[in-house]
C-alpha cells in the first residue's frame, strides 16, 4: 500500500525514539515530522539544566551523536570531567563530556535569561538542523522518580540516579513523574496533534519515556481525540526489552513485560495499530481481540536501512487503520 506524504507526530524518549526516527526520516522523505521529545529525564548537574532525551533526538538527527553508545557526542573528551573529580565535585557517576557541556551551557544561559525550553530548544536547533520540529513534552519542570529501598532505607531517586548510578539493580517500586500533574504542555504540542495525518509510538519506553508524555494533562487526551491513526511499535521482543531497562519500570506499574500487555497497557481507547516483532507473532491474536490492529514484522533496528522498514510498516498499518 503506497503512503502518502503526511504530517507525522512522533512521541519519543532517547536511543530507541531517535533511531527510529532517522529511519522515518528515510522512509517518509517527504513527511512534516514533529516529535514531542520527554523531558521527564531531565536533570540539573553542577548547575546545568541537561535534557539528555531531548539532546539524543538532536544529536542523532543533525549527525553530532556517538553512534556506539546511542547517547552522548561523537569525539568526545573529557577534561572538564576530570578536573570536577580532581576538586572533588560529583556526582561522578554522570559524566558529561567536553562537547556536551557546551550545549547545556548555552541551554541554562537561555533558560537563565527567561526564554521557556521551546524556545532553547528551537534555537539549538538551529545549529543542528535535525530536519523535525521537536519540541519539549513541557517548558514545566517535571521528573520522573523510581521509589526503591536500597540498604534496607526507602527513598526516591531521580530516574538518572537509578538507571544510571544503581544500574537498574534493585526493584523500582513505584514510577512518579513529579510535576506533571501540574505541568502544561509546551506551545505547539496540542496544535500538533490536532493537525496530525498520523501519530506514532516509537519503541521506546513505554512508562518513563512515553508514558511520561503521556502524564502531562491535556496530551492523551488530544491524542485520543484526534481521529487519526495512532501506532505503537513493541519495545519489547521475546519477553525482554530489546535495550535499557523497560521490563523494570514496567513491573513496578504492574504490567507484564510482552508485547501485548505493552499494547494493552496503552489501551484501545489510545492506540489504534501496534507492531510486535516477528518471535511474538503469538501476541497478535490477544492485542486484536482487544480491538487494536496487530501485525508482526521484524522489530530489530540493526540499522538506518532496518529502522526505515520498521517505519515504512507503521504507516503502512496506519492506512490500515485508516481504510476500515
Given at each position: ?19 527510529f526516527l532517522r529511519g ?236 501485548s500487555a505493552v499494547a494493552?497497557?496503552?489501551?484501545s481507547g489510545l492506540i ?53
Open positions: 500500500m503506497q503512503q502518502r506524504a503526511s504530517r507525522i507526530v512522533v512521541l519519543a524518549g532517547g536511543i530507541g525514539g531517535a533511531r522515518l526520516q528515510q522512509a517518509a522523505p517527504d513527511a512534516d515530522i514533529t516529535v514531542i521529545g520527554n523531558t521527564g529525564d531531565d536533570i540539573h548537574l553542577f548547575g546545568l539544566k541537561v535534557c539528555p532525551d531531548l539532546d539524543t533526538v538532536m544529536y542523532t538527527l543533525g549527525g553530532g551523536i556517538h553512534e556506539g553508545q546511542g547517547w552522548g557526542r561523537a569525539d568526545e573528551t573529557f577534561a572538564v570531567k576530570d578536573e570536577l573529580k580532581a576538586y572533588g565535585v560529583g556526582p561522578e557517576w554522570f559524566g558529561l563530556g567536553d562537547r556536551d557541556f557546551a550545549t547545556h551551557i548555552v541551554r541554562t544561559q537561555m533558560l537563565a535569561a527567561g526564554y521557556p525550553l521551546s524556545a532553547v530548544t528551537e534555537a539549538l536547533c538551529e545549529r543542528w538542523q535535525p530536519g523535525v520540529r521537536l519540541l519539549p513534552m513541557s517548558d514545566d519542570r517535571v521528573e520522573t522518580h523510581v521509589a526503591v529501598e536500597v540498604d534496607g532505607e526507602r527513598k526516591a531517586v531521580h530516574f538518572q540516579e537509578y538507571w544510571v548510578r544503581l544500574r537498574a539493580s534493585v526493584p523500582a517500586e513505584a514510577i512518579v513523574p513529579v510535576g506533571a500533574d501540574q505541568a502544561k504542555p509546551a506551545p505547539g504540542v496540542l496544535e500538533a496533534i490536532a493537525d496530525a495525518d498520523v501519530i506514532l509510538f516509537p519503541p521506546s519506553n513505554p512508562v518513563v519515556s512515553v508514558g511520561t508524555i503521556l502524564a502531562v494533562p491535556g496530551i492523551r487526551e488530544a491524542i485520543a481525540d484526534a481521529g487519526v491513526p495512532v501506532v505503537g511499535l513493541s519495545p519489547i521482543v521475546g519477553d525482554a526489552p530489546v535495550r535499557g531497562m523497560a521490563d523494570k519500570v514496567l513491573a513496578a506499574v504492574g504490567v507484564e513485560s510482552t508485547a494493552l497497557h496503552y489501551g489504534d495499530g501496534w507492531l510486535v516483532d516477528e518471535v511474538d507473532a503469538g501476541h497478535v491474536g490477544p492485542v486484536e481481540e482487544a480491538g487494536i490492529r496487530c501485525r508482526a514484522v521484524p522489530l530489530m533496528m540493526t540499522d538506518t536501512d532496518a529502522s526505515a522498514r520498521m517505519a515504512a510498516e507503521a504507516l503502512a498499518l496506519a492506512e490500515e487503520v485508516r481504510a476500515v
